[in-house]
């Protein structure tokens, strides 16, 4: 039987939303808290602002069941899980893109005035190194009156517990990742971490790893940066495969039959709030030692731009070939916007950067399929759920389902995962 009854999750999006529905479907009465009213007044309907397996129906059911309210506000609670975004500042234009933490610390600034003894505050947002502890001197400037833990102390004085519990989902599938995954908590001492194991294990099927903040939030950097180094290890690949000639899926499923070799495909980059963007944390903290980790977000962050001129390329040596065809007429159709397969989750997504940049170069010349996705305003580019007749050239930018097998007409093909006939 727990003893939190009521929870407060600030942020409802890809993370905070299935957070609070599992929460709420474990019989907890919670409250979700988000600045966008939309997203609010969609929420309280039972229905969803998000692509999700397995999201609608169990919102839907939580709201009938009145365990799951959603608000522009918070209010008091036995726990608040802080579930919002941490993105880059100066990401397009830095070599050293540093950490925005304002939405955070919005968020501690709003539930602040709620705050009683005995309260539990986990952040779930993926988070620099040192940010839970920061976040604890926020609480103290907001509200003094409280006795906050302090590090390696686990006096028992503390009014408030403060930990670190990051996601380990995989968009598509997050409803049964949330159950069943293993989780790292770090506690700002030791018996915050005990405290926010035991509001997660309401519904977590899988273990709990307890840690100090620190550790659990380089954790959390360490297994997004591994995977980015290992993408670009693969897309640095694609490179050099094509200017030598070589088909690199099929170089890369040869080398794979080595018994210690598992080489990840290429694709148009690496998007997403996690991968995309998590490795920089590590950088701006650790500009002296993190060379590896950042070398892998410069090869995957040039690798959409690789593409965008291996289209003009490409289409260049089309038109050497074909003098008498007019250039006016090309038609590119891209396939995918989002950052990664069959979700609908924009954020950082190569394709979506490529459609937009080649939709400036090619006006009123470029159409894009995106099957998660019915309707996007303010674009250069046409969303169209059929290729237009006459497209010259077919740009697979995503490894969705719905194009697998599929034969595509076009004089030009560029398939950057291998999957159309």
Not at 16 to 39: C, R
Not at 83 to 102: F, I
Not at 207 to 221: G, N, R
Not at 301 to 326: A, R
């Amino acid at each position: 039987m727990t003893k939190f009854k009521n929870i407060v999750v600030i942020g409802l999006g890809y993370i905070g939303l299935p957070t609070a529905a599992m929460f709420a479907s474990s019989g907890i009465k919670v409250l979700g808290v988000d600045v966008n009213h939309e997203v609010v007044d969609t929420i309280n309907k039972g229905d969803i602002h998000i692509v999700e397996n397995g999201l609608k129906q169990l919102v839907s059911e939580v709201v009938n069941s009145g365990n799951l309210l959603a608000s522009t506000s918070p209010s008091t609670a036995d726990a608040f899980v802080i579930s919002v975004p941490t993105p880059l500042l100066n990401n397009k234009t830095s070599t050293m893109p540093e950490p925005d933490l304002r939405f955070i610390y919005e968020a501690i600034k709003s539930i602040s005035k709620y705050l009683k003894p005995g309260n539990l505050i986990v952040l779930e947002s993926t988070s620099p190194v040192g940010t839970t502890e920061k976040m604890a001197d926020w609480i103290s400037k907001f509200r003094p009156d409280l006795i906050l833990p302090e590090k390696d102390q686990n006096r028992g004085l503390e009014s408030i517990s403060i930990a670190y519990c990051p996601e380990r989902v995989l968009p598509g599938n997050i409803i049964n990742e949330l159950i069943h995954n293993d989780r790292v908590i770090g506690g700002i001492t030791t018996n915050c971490g005990l405290l926010a194991e035991d509001l997660y294990k309401v519904f977590l099927k899988g273990d709990c790893t307890i840690t100090d903040s620190k550790t659990a939030e380089m954790v959390k950097l360490t297994e997004n940066s591994s995977r980015d180094v290992q993408i670009a290890f693969a897309n640095e690949l694609s490179l050099i495969c094509d200017e030598n000639g070589i088909d690199v899926l099929n170089l890369i499923k040869i080398a794979n039959k080595h018994p210690r070799v598992n080489i990840l495909k290429p694709g148009a980059g690496v998007g997403g709030h996690c991968i995309a963007v998590d490795p920089w944390f590590i950088v701006h903290k650790n500009p002296n030692h993190a060379n590896l980790i950042k070398t892998a977000r410069e090869v995957n962050n040039s690798k959409p731009i690789w593409v965008i001129k291996k289209v003009d390329e490409l289409l260049e040596n089309y038109f050497n070939k074909n003098p008498n065809k007019d250039r006016a007429d090309i038609k590119i159709c891209c396939y995918g916007l989002s950052f990664k397969p069959d979700i609908d989750d924009l954020r950082e997504s190569p394709a979506l950067f490529i459609t937009r940049e080649l939709a400036k170069k090619y006006r009123n010349n470029v159409f894009a399929i995106e099957p998660n996705i019915e309707y996007l305003e303010g674009e250069d580019f046409e969303l169209v759920e059929f290729p237009p007749a006459g497209t010259l050239i077919s740009l697979i930018l995503v490894n969705h389902s719905d194009f697998h097998n599929k034969t595509i007409k076009s004089d030009i093909l560029l398939d950057l995962h291998g999957i159309v006939l």
